[in-house]
């Protein structure tokens, strides 16, 4: 058995909380052979259509798909969506004993028509800032605070939809760090200063890159990297980029994915390591990230290192883009392409 596999072989015995907005995706699949005679846009005829859990009930999902013990913390509406959600979530076995009905808010979802493989539109609806909510906040602390012994590691992932506040990421860090539990966050740019002092962050290139733009209006950054800001176009760029955000957030790690170039790791102390992508071809990246937060805080819960847990998810990410829609990786999968690589 490698050492890879040995990793995996451990994911069933973690559970991992996951923190976050809570998306119903809805996929429209249909053909279109002409445009609509009242605006110039195609006429999608429906053939199929389908649900699938997206945001953080994605993330909640992949960990699912990897065998792993998951409960999944926020809020949705009193309405159909949300009604379909806890089915799909029921039935993959996902706890949503941490999932509270919020008054006045509808349970986000996310329509995408696609025709032909080619998504022609998406439809948000959402409503981020109504009701507070205060009584459901505390319900959701509470729920937090109790459910937290009996987990790993912690996930928070913040789709920019209300959830995530400075004072939310405070609270579950410092209950996480108390408890020393791994914590990671699949960040928005705009909240990257919240993000303080956890086990790990994981931004796309462009999210690093605006990040680098956001706390440059707030922060003392070196005169090399205030040259460059906004387009990371080298490898020295990024790394310059990577080592800052991991020094200024007081980042454990730092995971940025880089698409088709692989991912680079950071770690304090120590000089960054690239990730080699593997090979395969793009269908979906939508859900990607939340298959790549997913895989790498349930590998660092099962005592991989950093880099050991950044191979997993770069191999876990490289799976589900050759898939549809936000679909979680499944163990038996990544036990594959950890053999088919020799890992």
């Given amino acids: ?74 809020r949705i509406g009193d309405d159909q969506e949300g009604h379909i959600l806890r089915r799909e979530l029921h039935e993959k076995g996902i706890d949503t004993k941490g999932i509270f009905v919020g008054r ?70 410092d209950l996480a760090l108390d408890k020393k539990k791994v914590i990671t966050v699949d960040p928005k740019v705009e909240h990257f200063s919240y993000y303080r002092d956890v086990t790990a962050i994981t931004p796309n290139l462009k999210e690093t890159e605006n990040a680098i733009h956001n706390i440059k209006i707030t922060a003392e950054l070196p005169e090399q990297l205030g040259i460059r800001i906004g387009h990371l176009r080298t490898s020295e760029d990024i790394d310059l980029a990577g080592k800052e955000l991991v020094r200024y957030l007081g980042l454990e790690s730092l995971l940025i994915t880089l698409g088709e170039h ?38 660092l819960t099962a005592k991989a290192s950093k880099k050991e847990a950044a191979d997993l998810a770069n191999l876990a990410a490289g799976i589900v883009i050759a898939k549809l829609g936000a679909v979680a990786v499944t163990k038996q999968e990544l036990l594959e392409a950890v053999r088919s690589g020799s890992h």
């Avoid at 990793?7 to 429209?28: A, P, W």
């Avoid at 770690?267 to 090979?279: G, L, Q, Y």
Wanted: overall charge positive; some cysteine; proline content about 4%.
């Fill in 262 to 299: 692989g991912m680079r790791l950071f770690e304090k102390n120590k000089n960054p390591v690239s990730i080699k992508t593997e090979a395969r071809e793009v269908f979906d990246v939508s859900g990607a990230g939340d298959t790549v937060i997913a895989t790498f805080t349930l590998s």
């Fill in 1 to 74: 058995m490698t050492r890879l596999t040995q990793l995996i072989s451990r994911f069933h015995q973690k559970r991992v909380m996951v923190i976050g907005d809570i998306i119903l995706d809805q996929y429209i699949l249909g053909s279109a052979s002409r445009l609509s005679p009242e605006a110039p846009v195609p006429v999608v005829v429906q053939e199929k259509t389908f649900y699938t859990p997206g945001g953080a009930a994605n993330v909640a999902q992949n960990l699912w798909g990897l065998n792993a013990q998951t409960v999944l913390v926020g």
């Fill in 104 to 173: 006045g808010l509808p349970t986000i979802c996310k329509t995408r028509i696609i025709a032909h493989h080619q998504q022609v539109v998406r439809i948000d609806r959402e409503k981020v800032n109504g009701d507070e909510n205060r009584d459901l906040l505390e319900k959701m602390k509470n729920f937090i605070r109790r459910a937290m012994d009996d987990c790993d590691g912690v996930i928070i992932s913040d789709y920019g939809k209300g959830l995530i506040t400075p004072f939310m990421v405070n609270f579950v860090r």
